[in-house]
């Protein structure tokens, strides 16, 4: 019997070290007063709902009682724990400093060290408005990872009000905001790039400087004159009290400011931050502040809280340890970049452009996957053009070079910094000549579609509400309709000389791809001057625009 994808069973020896990881945490928790509760796994839907809006609720594992009523299992411990004060004790003295070790379950795709089910462990102090429980919670996430030696962590902090006065002092609201504040938040510079055409130019100024810079309090010195809300100016106050407190506790050079930090869950009202580690390029801990929770419950009061994985500190300390038992001579310096390059189409053109920047590769690597540059700086991963978002995502490289049709159809979680210009190719619906579909000529009442954009291809004929059938392939897409397979292809084409041959036309074009200059979101904080120096070599626009 199997069991179900996204579950596992914890042998003896596994389960000794995840124990081990929650009693850390635990006399962490009591020794600065933290009492720990316990919530049912089980919430009504519309609980979790109230507390974390749609698209968290989408995640959920649901069923239904024999009331009918729609439960879910808990996808985390934040929203449980403020329908319990505004409940069980919400006559209690304030402030109240709550802690959990618990178990979560999300019906998500599975991550490193998160699965559908998988540990929560952290702490919420509720009743305390104040820029000290700022500080106190951040300082105390700092210190408790620390004593488990997973790190050192770093971490950055942003407020929610400095982002939304940011983009209220250039002028944005309501949809044009949220739109910005989105590709803010994914980095995603090269969609943001996009809509700043259309807005002045100063206002695209401050938000280029936006998506890439981070720093202390020479970027709240930037932000005061832009942020003219009171909201605002109140949110750099606590941030630079936040930087102070953490300088003084022996941690200034860990913390620092992040416009882009953006929160997942949507009731964060104050200061948020995440902390990571070089060894994983996912975050190990976050938190922040979320004053408006409670009031969801019909109780107010101010709330702040972090959290951590507890499979991920497992992941961290395991690839510590590793690292400490290898030799110094062969220990790799922590700025060092290991870039994914594609094979194929864009190789040539990738290698040249890094050459420029001064990354050369070797011009003969043989059969080697893993090659050093000629100078020995940096490491080079030579992939399949389909694979390499899969090793940015994961960390197993710090950043690389990509089609943005192979973005498209990997629903990474990756950043997009720069459209590198060269590898043009567009998205297409192509088609017989003699069937006229170019011309008007309507389709097939049940058509197919033949391709390798299987996402794609699904996503343009479902805007347009056209029923149809999806044949994946992986080669000879054009031999389809010839032989009757597929009515029409969706398909790339460069110079269009291959559908010519096969007496073939585009009906629509779908989008233009490009090579995209990728990374991972934890190791551009990690690696940021490494990584943010080969940008502004591979492009030069944004080394006078960040630094303008």
Not at 139 to 163: E, K, S
Request: glycine share 8%; charged share 25%; aromatic share 6%.
């Amino acid at each position: 019997m199997r069991l179900p994808i996204g579950v596992r069973d914890w042998l003896p020896a596994e389960l000794s070290k995840k124990r081990g990881i929650e009693r850390s945490l635990r006399e962490a928790f009591t020794a600065n007063r933290y009492v720990e509760i316990e919530t049912p796994h089980i919430e009504r839907l519309d609980t979790i709902a109230a507390g974390l809006g749609a698209r968290m609720t989408r995640q959920t594992l649901r069923f239904e009682d024999r009331h009918a009523a729609t439960l879910a299992l808990r996808p985390e411990m934040t929203t449980p724990i403020a329908r319990l004060v505004a409940t069980r004790l919400r006559e209690a003295s304030l402030p109240l400093r709550l802690a959990y070790v618990a178990p979560v379950f999300r019906a998500e795709q599975p991550q490193e060290g998160r699965m559908c089910e998988f540990t929560q462990a952290g702490i919420e102090l509720i009743g305390a408005p104040d820029r000290e429980a700022d500080a106190e919670v951040l300082l105390m996430a700092i210190a408790t990872l620390d004593a488990l030696h997973v790190g050192p962590l770093r971490f950055d902090i942003n407020h929610v009000a400095v982002l939304e006065g940011l983009l209220a002092g250039c002028g944005l609201s309501g949809d044009e905001a949220e739109e910005i504040r989105h590709r803010l938040a994914r980095r995603d510079l090269v969609a943001l790039e996009q809509r700043l055409h259309d807005l002045p130019a100063s206002t695209a100024q401050h938000l280029r400087w936006a998506g890439l810079a981070r720093g202390g309090r020479e970027m709240l010195e930037r932000l005061a004159p832009i942020c003219t809300t009171e909201a605002a100016q109140e949110g750099i106050a606590r941030l630079a009290y936040v930087l102070e407190r953490a300088a003084a506790a022996g941690y200034g050079d860990r913390v620092q400011i992040d416009l882009g930090l953006v929160r997942e869950s949507g009731y964060y009202t104050g200061i948020v931050f995440e902390g990571y580690v070089d060894e994983l390029g996912l975050p190990l801990c976050g938190g922040g502040r979320y004053d408006n929770l409670l009031t969801r419950f019909g109780y107010h009061a101010a709330a702040i809280g972090w959290t951590t994985g507890v499979e991920r500190l497992l992941i961290a300390a395991e690839r510590r340890e590793r690292t400490a038992a290898t030799p110094r001579q062969k220990q790799k310096k922590s700025d060092r970049l290991t870039i994914a390059v594609p094979k194929g189409a864009l190789y040539a053109d990738a290698t040249a452009r890094l050459a420029a920047a001064g990354i050369r590769i070797p011009s003969d690597p043989g059969r080697r996957l893993l090659v050093e540059t000629e100078d020995g700086e940096a490491d080079v991963l030579l992939l399949r053009p389909t694979d390499v978002p899969a090793y940015v995502e994961i960390g197993a490289a710090d950043c690389g070079i990509v089609g943005k049709d192979v973005l498209w159809e990997s629903d990474r979680s990756v950043c997009e910094l720069a459209d590198l210009g060269f590898g043009p190719c567009r998205l297409v619906v192509a088609g017989r000549r003699l069937d006229r579909y170019h011309e008007g000529a309507p389709l097939p009442t049940f058509f197919r579609a033949a391709t390798k954009f299987v996402h794609s291809a699904e996503s343009y004929f479902a805007e347009r509400d056209l029923p149809v059938q999806i044949v994946p392939l992986h080669g000879s897409v054009e031999l389809a309709p010839l032989v009757g397979l597929a009515d029409v292809i969706v398909d790339l084409v460069a110079t269009g000389a291959t559908l010519r041959e096969h007496d073939l036309v585009v009906i629509d074009e779908i989008d233009a791809s490009t090579a995209r200059f990728i990374v991972n979101p934890v190791r551009f904080r990690a690696k940021y001057q490494a990584i943010t120096g080969l940008l502004r070599r591979l492009h030069p626009h944004i080394a006078s625009e960040d630094r303008s």
